[in-house]
């Protein structure tokens, strides 16, 4: 398990503000076993820490980060853990927007990880479709194709045959 004084060590790489913001920091962490640094203090909405500081708030994994490894990327993520409350520079790397919503538990995320339709069938490669106004979307193309033939069957009935215009075949 990590010391105070390793993390400490750690957070002055990159130039922290100065030693007393950096006590003050680590003041409200908890080192867990699993190597995790939890975070203490103040949490937002989603449960990331608030690490106040002269010039306003700042989620405390990025600070965490930023002390520890250099600049902040625009996106960080939670690699190694993923649990919001933990502010080790080590459990976060550099994330795109993509990457970060489909790891996620939106709908978006959600629908990305089914590999069958509502129906049962399994998605393939061929499922993509691309439209010009939303990108890339994914449709069964079973079910889409089943759709189509319901509606053109619906659209273009087929006329009744003359031997079985009263219900009845001309042979009986």
Known sequence: MITLEDAKK???QFGADDER???????????LP??????QG?????????????????????I?????????PKLLEHDVCDYAACVNP???????????????????????????CNRGHPFTE????????????????KCKNMKRREAYAAAHPKPARPDEADGRRMSE
């Open 34 to 39: 699993n190597g995790c640094w939890e975070w």
């Open 10 to 12: 750690i957070l002055l």
């Open 21 to 31: 913001t950096i006590d003050k920091f680590l003041s409200q962490v908890k080192f």
């Open 64 to 72: 965490a980060y930023s002390w520890a490894k250099g600049p902040l």
């Open 126 to 141: 061929k499922d993509r479709l691309h439209t010009t106004w939303d990108g890339w979307v994914r449709r069964c193309r």
């Open 42 to 62: 103040a949490k937002d909405k989603d449960g990331y820490g608030i690490f106040a500081k002269r010039n306003g708030t700042i989620r405390a994994h990025r």
């Open 90 to 116: 080590h459990h976060c790397k550099p994330s795109d927007d993509r990457h970060n919503v489909l790891k996620g538990r939106g709908p978006t995320a959600i629908n990305f990880r089914k590999t069958h």
